[in-house]
């Protein structure tokens, strides 16, 4: 039987403190109303994913809904109102006497002709970007349930397997503790709940770029295939963890018997992100990060296998991690962006060696005043089966 895991209560004050920081992103735009029609902005703004659109003043926070209404009554923690049609909503916005709005996607378009809008889905990924507590809870959760989950399922692993029938053992573990089965990505990558590969089928590469490949089934190329579990490959297990919305990212490296020529380039990628969890604090520019990464890679044996997908190096070291698996920021080679106290990112050195396939890791952090927090929970030895 699962663990019991008690609920997280989310409260009308930290979505309040969204709002309020979104307010301060925006204030230099002067706009008397902001419009957030994404459900899944409204979700983050508003604590219930519906069809229909938030409105904000500076005064109030009103839910219109188009659907489904009854529900997001009781899910939303601000105050809900039908929305039969979209047509109503220049009305709406004209009693409220507006003219300056920040609107995103078909809204954007469709108030174009009736006021002066301007496009804050930008503002609303840099609101995103600073979790809240709630935020962090969540991430949290998340990240022990992933381990829960992986602890039960590698028990069950066993040679001759392939790799979707193992990556199958992971994904109900992790459905029965409450993961969606799915992975929201902001790159738009279809992914259900990670990759699950072994041995040479890690370094096939794919169209979106991720620290490792995999064959996968056609039309859905990445993670598990037919390919079967082998005693001597490596098996890369890069799952997400989620909660309430949120998702934390990790990798771990397993083996059916001592595998030394693996086990040694692992100990180079957690050598890589041990370094940068001394090394990153608020105030680092987020290339800095893959120049870090870089350096480390660069004095091992392997430096011209790091990051490599397919013919060419991917030259990044991390992404943030929240409401979707790689959001904002990267930190990619030339990103200037500067890293932020209580943003959460994933780091994931990993190596792609020829013959032989992916060996990495991935942990999830919170960025504190002291520098780096890892969320994820799992050991970060290598894993012996």
């Known amino acids: 039987m699962p663990t019991r895991c008690l609920p997280l209560r989310k409260s009308s004050e930290d979505y309040r403190l969204r709002i309020k920081r979104l307010w301060e992103i925006v204030e230099k735009e002067n706009f008397d109303a902001l419009i957030v029609s994404s459900p899944l902005h409204i979700f983050y703004l508003a604590g219930t994913l519906v069809r229909g659109c938030l409105l904000i003043t500076k005064d109030e926070v009103q839910l219109l809904v188009n659907r489904p209404v009854s529900r997001a009554k009781k899910e939303s923690v601000f105050q809900v109102e039908e929305l039969k049609s979209l047509k109503a909503l220049p009305d709406i916005l004209s009693m409220l006497r507006v003219k300056k709005i920040g609107a995103e996607g078909q809204v954007l378009n469709f108030l174009k002709e009736y006021f002066e809008v301007r496009n804050i889905t930008p503002f609303l990924l840099e609101a995103r970007k600073i979790k809240t507590p709630f935020e962090i809870s969540c991430a949290k959760k998340a990240a022990s349930m992933l381990n829960r989950a992986l602890k039960r399922a590698l028990g069950k692993l066993k040679p001759g397997m392939t790799e979707l029938e193992a990556s199958a053992e992971l994904e109900k573990e992790l459905r029965i503790l409450g993961h969606p089965g799915i992975t ?202």
């Open 184 to 385: 929201r990505s902001f790159n738009g990558f279809e992914l259900n709940m990670g990759h699950l590969v072994s041995g040479k089928a890690g370094l096939f590469p794919i169209h979106a770029p991720t620290g490792q490949g995999g064959k996968g089934v056609p039309g859905f190329p990445g993670g598990a295939s037919k390919n079967k579990l082998k005693e001597e490959a490596p098996i890369l297990i890069d799952f997400s963890g989620y909660y309430h919305g949120y998702y934390v990212d990790q990798t771990r490296m397993a083996g059916f018997k001592p595998l030394k020529e693996a086990e040694e380039i692992y100990k180079w990628a957690v050598k890589i992100i041990k370094t940068l969890v001394l090394k990153i604090k608020p105030g680092v520019v987020a290339e800095e990060a893959f120049e870090m990464a870089w350096e480390i890679a660069s004095s091992s044996p392997f430096k011209k296998f790091f990051m490599l997908h397919g013919d060419r190096p991917l030259k990044f070291i991390g992404h943030g991690v929240g409401l979707q698996i790689d959001e904002p920021p990267v930190l990619a080679a030339g990103n200037k962006e500067v890293l932020k106290e209580n943003m959460i990112i994933a780091l994931e050195p990993k190596f792609h060696i020829p013959g032989l396939g992916v060996v990495g890791i991935e942990d999830t952090f919170l960025i504190t005043r002291e520098g780096l927090k890892r969320l994820t929970r799992t050991s970060q030895k290598w894993i012996n089966l």
